[in-house]
């Protein structure tokens, strides 16, 4: 089955300043997802990868996947408080069924200090 | 923006007791799962559900589970005798399509069993 890795657990940053998570698989990445959850609540998508070398950008946030799709960095430039959240990266798991399901790593708890 | 409605939102009940968590996938997608999360852990896949029946299921949703899309709308987990561990986030999915779509999630159903 489909392992991933993220790196840091977790991470405390001043506002303003730039930071990166990574999200490390065991095996090829067929999709790649970010999500972002608040404590306690859902999980908000960010960003989908699944080409090799893919890079795309929302406001703040860039989220990279490597050239042989199985490593992924998601890059926040001059961080805020809201971006504070539990980032998660989940991956399309050839599940050999007919609807692929999702793998997530155990996610990033992400604090910025105003 | 379209998304996907979990109720209810909270919902506490004795252990052995019944319980049906309900969601409202997005209209025109045709894939649909149930993940949950107990606290402070993983987001684990239970069961994925296409053309009126289950796809795949985890080793998690045994026979004490069950999955329905009773109207064409809402897609039902029910829980016949819950126990102590079921205490968890239940997360509702839908896609529209597989490879390349992206998974939406509802809010969430925080069940706590007593």
């Known amino acids: 089955s489909q392992e991933l890795e993220q790196s840091p657990q977790s991470l405390i940053v001043q506002e303003g300043k730039n930071l990166t998570i990574n999200c490390t698989s065991s095996?090829?990445?067929?999709?790649l997802y970010w999500y972002k959850q608040k404590y306690g609540e859902g999980l908000i998508f960010l960003m989908m990868?699944?080409?090799?070398?893919e890079e795309k950008s929302h406001e703040k946030i860039t989220a990279k996947l490597d050239e042989k799709k199985q490593q992924s960095s998601l890059h926040i430039t001059a961080s805020q408080p809201s971006h504070a959240g539990i980032y998660l990266c989940g991956a399309d798991a050839n599940s050999g069924g007919s609807n692929y399901k999702l793998t997530f790593g155990k996610g990033t708890l992400l604090t910025v200090n105003p | 923006e379209p998304e996907v409605t979990q109720t209810p939102s909270h919902q506490v009940t004795q252990m052995g007791q019944e319980v049906i968590l309900r969601c409202v996938p997005i209209s025109n997608h045709l894939y649909f799962y149930w993940y949950r999360q107990i606290l402070g852990q993983k987001v684990e896949f239970l069961v994925s559900?296409?053309?009126?029946?289950?796809?795949?299921k985890s080793e998690i949703f045994d026979d004490q589970f069950s999955v329905e899309r009773p109207d064409g709308s809402n897609f039902t987990l029910k829980i016949r005798s819950t126990k102590l561990e079921d205490s968890a986030m239940y997360f509702c999915?839908?896609?529209?399509?597989?490879?390349?779509?992206?998974?939406?999630f509802g809010e969430g159903s925080w069940l706590t069993v007593v």
């Open positions: 095996k090829t990445l067929y999709g």
């Open positions: 999915a839908s896609r529209y399509r597989v490879s390349g779509n992206t998974i939406y």
């Open positions: 559900f296409y053309n009126n029946e289950i796809s795949e």
């Open positions: 990868l699944q080409k090799g070398g």
